[in-house]
């Protein structure tokens, strides 16, 4: 099953690691999470947004923004 994609672009076999913590993480349509990126509690992922491998999300993601780092930041905006 490895390299098919499941729900939400998160390749099957892809680690994602997402923190404990009270508020859960949302993850809305079309949005794509790179390998070993870290996703802290309570954040959203926007619309048609993209995470890039190894990057540590601590704020919500604007929808079709692509995101990078440590912590992410915005690199620029796909289209819709």
């Known amino acids: 099953r490895r390299g098919r994609e499941g729900p939400h672009g998160l390749g099957l076999g892809v680690l994602v ?4 913590g009270d508020a859960p993480v949302v993850l809305e349509n079309d949005c794509n999470i790179g390998i070993n990126a870290v996703i802290l509690s ?18 919500d993601v604007p929808d079709y923004a692509v995101v990078v780092g440590v912590p992410a930041r915005v ?6």
Do not use: F, S
């Open 17 to 20: 690691a997402v923190m404990e």
């Open 42 to 59: 309570g954040v959203k992922i926007g619309l048609g947004a993209q995470v890039g491998a190894g990057a540590v999300v601590v704020e």
């Open 75 to 80: 690199q620029r905006y796909r289209p819709e």
